[in-house]
T-cell receptor, first 109, second 113 residues
Framework: DAKTTQPPSMDCAEGRAANLPCNHS???????VYWYRQIHSQGPQYIIH???NNETNEMASLIITEDRKSSTLILPHATLRDTAVYYC??????????FGEGTQLTVNP | NAGVTQTPKFRILKIGQSMTLQCTQD?????MYWYRQDPGMGLKLIYY???????DKGEVPNGYNVSRSTTEDFPLRLELAAPSQTSVYFC????????????FGAGSRLTVL
């Protein structure tokens, strides 16, 4: 069973920031936080990962709380093409990953 | 650089038939994985491999078999297809060290009637 908890769905207005939360209640010190997304039954796509520090790349930003029990994926300017299911997961380096149900993000015009 | 390639994209099987889903990657990744995704649900890990000759069960291995004779290929075998195996199957791969960033294939949609 997945170890993370996410809301089943969220809405966001186009052009606004989308902030997707994830709880990592049982995360260990050596486990990374990962975010993936899946657009309409395509293969899931990697977005970003982090261990302790906040991270930013061309797709998104990742905020990890100091106790590492929660993370937030931020899409700074959501577009219609960002409508997808977003999965957070966790695991130590070089390990298998399990996925929960994810959050269905709908970006509205 | 094709990434992770899965074949076939679509297949319809009759109950009791057998088939193999093919997966190949050209990124020299050590780790490979098979997931299944039922309609409206998340991904469930079926089997994974940390290198040629090494495989291990995931969350839902019953009814499936795998082999890993080369670094590039990781086929998934269904011996006696059942309606419960109707699903979309995703293959993925990653490097062995550091953060486990998975690259997924496009998926194989299997229907068992």
């Amino acid at each position: 069973d997945a170890k993370t908890t996410q809301p089943p769905s969220m809405d966001c207005a186009e052009g606004r920031a989308a902030n997707l939360p994830c709880n990592h209640s049982t995360i260990s010190g050596n486990e990374y936080v990962y975010w993936y997304r899946q657009i309409h039954s395509q293969g899931p796509q990697y977005i970003i990962h982090g261990l302790k520090n906040n991270e930013t790349n061309e797709m998104a930003s990742l905020i990890i709380t100091e106790d590492r029990k929660s993370s937030t994926l931020i899409l700074p300017h959501a577009t219609l093409r960002d409508t997808a299911v977003y999965y957070c997961t966790e695991g130590p380096g070089g390990s298998r990953l399990t996925f929960g149900e994810g959050t269905q993000l709908t970006v509205n015009p | 650089n094709a990434g992770v390639t899965q074949t076939p994209k679509f297949r319809i099987l009759k109950i009791g038939q057998s088939m193999t889903l093919q997966c190949t990657q050209d990124m020299n990744h050590n780790y490979m994985y098979w997931y299944r995704q039922d309609p409206g649900m998340g991904l469930k890990l079926i089997y994974y491999s940390v290198g040629a000759g090494i495989t291990d069960k995931g969350e839902v291995p019953n009814g499936y078999n795998v082999s890993r004779s080369t670094t590039e290929d990781f086929p998934l075998r269904l011996e006696l297809a059942a309606p419960s195996q109707t699903s979309v199957y995703f293959c993925a791969s990653s490097y062995a060290s550091g953060a486990n960033v998975l690259t997924f294939g496009a998926g194989s949609r299997l229907t068992v009637l």
